[in-house]
């Protein structure tokens, strides 16, 4: 029995060292077949006064003058040690900058996924309390919103109108860490997490309505009333609590995604997230920037799937049981 | 509703409130890292690089030149100024420069500025292997020597007229002699009226006054913050919100958008950057002069500059800079003229019409995908099939730089001097001449003209010829101009907005 698990981890370390292998190669050739360098993203049409010289000089500097293979295993083998690469944009190594970036990034996915279970969840269920009801409409509006408003106008128009109406603008300010400053780092981090949880409300709320009305209709719900169980205990107790693997697996989805960054709403709001990391890297073609940093957005894909994995087994006793 | 679903709910909007609510809608800038009275500037972007030589990103030109020093100035007006060099003095010849240094100068780092470090400077940005992006700028330098250590003689291959104002540009910035490219990309070491304070990187980047500048203008703010809000309405959201006192834009729309709140006053000021179609006359149907002149007298560009860019600016010529400025009334075809456009093309030989094939640039400035739709619709009525290839930028960019194109929607910097705006493109030796796809002995020879006379007066009438032979050869068609616009809030006073699109006067600005 202890052997089978073993060597369901390994291949499971496996899988997740060849899913992360898979993701850096098609990181590196995917960013080497966008047209420019370097070179040509610093100095735009400048680059075309380069003399060969000065040309060759910059290739050096850059490390564009190596094969392309070699310039893959020694930015991988630099990974492997800790060596993330350096951004010569902001004269600071890729560890550093992720190390500010990703717990920003995190702080906000999880006051998003907060906030959008907060309202899935509850929205959801009230829609499944009475399918193609007035209430159901209710539930089915808010969950088009949410999918239809794309996130750029809902945050333009928030900003917009928070600031010009109401002064209110704290991602005007610099941004300020949760240590440093906890009460203006909640306050930049309303907005933009209203935002993104918004959107993501939308499929927590479908699933939890799809997955309520799934479990209403079997029969220990039916015995269970009918034994006299409250409505409300019944509601979340036996209902929800049955209901729970669908949206659980939704929301590891949803927050592994917020984990890659939300790159309109952290432009828009001046979040210094992982997201915009990702985009000034890729604008600025700081490949070292691109490449590592994806590579940690991928690792951290791989670990929100693990744990919700693990998350199956604390709330369904029949996987627990498997 | 279940009765835990209202509470969530209520959590949220409790939340929501008191989040709110902790922000008062006059709140000064609290957790921001200005003192007080300190100017928070908005940019998109921070800078790419804080080396001066390798500068051309907006944001990093606009930071390095309140951090360095350079030769000469330009004032507000683009005249030619004093420097770091007091006075400089051409040989009767022309074939020698000798520059009077400033004396009392100091760099940041507390070393004294002196003849030493200009030499060291200058041929350090001659040398290739810097990799510098003006050296094309010294090419009639042929050594530079340090008699005293306040002459600096500068030998040339003959004279030239626009080496003063080539001077002026960060791009061209004093280092001193013992810093190295290595040591300046993290703690810049200049002579201009501010120093590096702290950076964020990605988030902001703070200078320092300079309490020991040299300059008449002492810097009135402690501090200037170039705080990153990476898109131009939210800067605007900042400004309205009292978070940022001072941004320029150049898209016309977040322009308006500004001024309509009645808090932020927009200053417009005319740029020396155009906005042009560049024609490549090497390529395909564009060899034919005629085709050109056809395509020129097919645009009216005041209709582009309305649909494309709101009518925010001035139809141009070629020449943008203020003392040399071409008067487009000037040209073969001033108003648009179909019948002429359709006499050139029978005279090419091309009655059923052409096809050009054109790049445009698309996220590189605002107007671009605007202005070469507009263009295409009218050349299509003069049987002119602009075919147009949008491209992200940095395929642009490659596309630019290797010439493949026959045609190309672009916004050019222009250049207070119009040997250094045009002589790169235009004389068969420059570097960019590959690009511009014109060049002809009549031009190479009123550009060296151009440049062996030091006289403005008598330059003037050398490039009006400049401009009139672009202009009846067709070689780009130039469209319009368009405007820098400075936005400030109230309580700032005292900024000198330049047509180069400067933030030089960053040193006079005050924020009450």
Known sequence: ?322 | MPRGALSAVGIAAALSIALTSCSSPSAPAAGGDAPAKGLVVGVTSDPDTLFPWKATQFQAVNVLQNLYGTLTEFDKDLNVVPGLAQSWEASKDGEKLTLKLRQGVTFADGSTFDSKDVKASLERLMDEKTAAVARASLASVKSVEAPDANTVVLELTGPDAALPANLATVNMAMLSSDDTEQELTTTPNGTGPFRLGKRVASQSLTLARNDTYWGPEKPQVPTVEFRVIPDESSIVSAMQSGNVQLAVFDDPLVAQTAESGGTITVAKTPQLNYHVLQLNGRHGELKDVNVRLAIQCAIDRKQVLDTAALGEGEVTGPITAPAYRSDPSKRPCPTRDLAKAAGYLAKAGKSGGVTVKTIVSQGEYATSVNEAQNLKAQLAEAKINLELEVLESGAFVDRWVAADFDAAVALNGGRPDPDGSYGRYFTSDGNLNKVAGYSSPELDKLFAEGKATTDQAARKPIYDQVAAHLEDNAAWIWLFAGYTYTATTANVQGFVPMASGSLQYLRTTSVS
């Open chain 1, 1 to 322: 029995m202890r052997r089978i698990a073993g060597n369901r981890a390994v291949r499971r370390v496996a899988s997740t060292l060849g899913t992360l292998f898979g993701v850096a190669v098609f990181v590196f050739v995917m960013l080497r077949a966008i047209p420019g360098n370097q070179i040509t993203a610093g100095l735009g049409t400048e680059a075309a006064a380069l003399t060969p010289a000065q040309k060759q000089a910059l290739e050096q500097y850059y490390g564009l003058d190596q094969p392309l293979v070699t310039q893959f295993f020694a930015w991988l083998g630099n990974m492997v040690t800790g060596n993330f690469g350096y951004s010569a944009r902001s004269q600071q190594s890729v560890l550093d900058l992720t190390l500010h970036a990703l717990p920003v990034t995190f702080e906000l996915a999880v006051f998003s996924i907060v906030l959008a279970l907060l309202v899935g969840v509850p929205l959801g269920m009230l829609s499944a309390s009475r399918a193609n009801a007035p209430r159901d409409a209710i539930g089915q509006v808010v969950s088009l919103a949410g999918l239809s408003i794309p996130a750029f106008l809902l945050a333009t128009t928030l900003l917009s109108i928070f600031a010009a109406s109401f002064g209110f603008n704290p991602n005007g300010q610099g941004f300020a860490t949760l240590v440093e400053d906890p009460l203006l780092n909640l306050q930049q981090m309303f907005l933009p997490a209203l935002v993104l949880g918004f959107g993501i409300a939308a499929p927590i709320l479908r699933t939890t309505r799809t997955a309520v009305l799934e479990v209403r209709s079997h029969d220990f719900v039916r015995t269970a009333r009918a034994k006299g169980v409250p409505e409300r205990r019944l509601q979340v107790r036996h209902v929800l609590g049955n209901a729970l693997v669908p949206i659980v697996t939704m929301t590891g989805l949803q927050f592994g995604y917020l984990l890659g960054g939300a790159v309109v709403v952290e432009q828009i709001f001046s979040v210094p997230g992982i997201g915009r990391q990702v985009l000034l890297g890729i604008q600025q073609k700081e490949y070292a920037v691109v490449q590592s940093t994806v590579l940690v957005i991928a690792l951290a894909f791989v670990v929100v799937n693990l744990l919700t994995d693990a998350l199956y087994r604390i709330i369904d006793p029949r996987v627990r049981a498997s």
